[in-house]
């Protein structure tokens, strides 16, 4: 009498499933998470390469509203551990600086004496060469925001740093 076919999987079905959740842990899985984390990512742009869109971004990260007229000099961006942070140099329009210093997120925490613990090495970061400067510092969702505004020869100059925690 021939063997009984048991409902019970057989060894050929487990090969298969086994297959697959190997498929899947050695290609599909490591594929899924390189792309959740974005090391690696840095990006540095100068004059004229700072655009209208860089400093779009710049305004939606640190909360802060730029004057109309405003021209991105400098922006680093670094995304490649856990907590991205950026800097940018943007050269504001002369006539609209002083309404720009009442704004909101500049009259928060304001203080004279801010200074970043660790100075990025790009030669155009220079705030600590601001003509009449002021800083400050404020925290928003995840971030800090430090700024320094001064004047750098005949142009006013806001220095900003964005770091993520």
């Known amino acids: 009498m021939a063997p009984r076919l048991s409902a019970h999987p057989s060894a050929i079905d487990s090969g298969i499933a086994q297959f697959w959740l190997r498929l899947l842990c050695l290609f599909v899985l490591p594929l899924l998470l390189s792309g959740c984390l974005d090391f690696g990512a840095k990006s540095e742009f100068l004059a004229p390469n700072v655009t209208d869109q860089h400093l779009s971004i710049i305004e939606k990260r640190t909360g802060i509203k730029l ?29 609209k600086v002083d ?67």
């Open 67 to 95: 004057p109309e007229g405003s021209i991105g000099q400098a922006l680093y961006s670094d995304a490649s551990g856990i907590d991205p942070w950026m800097i940018a140099k943007i050269q504001l329009p002369n006539d």
């Open 99 to 165: 309404d720009f210093r009442k704004s909101e997120q500049l009259r928060k925490e304001k203080s004279e004496k801010h200074s970043i613990t660790t100075e990025p090495k790009h030669t155009w970061w220079t705030p600590g060469k601001l003509e009449s400067n002021s800083s400050g510092q404020f925290m928003q969702a995840n971030a800090r925001v430090t700024w320094f505004l001064g004047r750098e020869v005949s142009n006013y100059i806001l220095f900003l740093r964005w770091d993520t925690f």
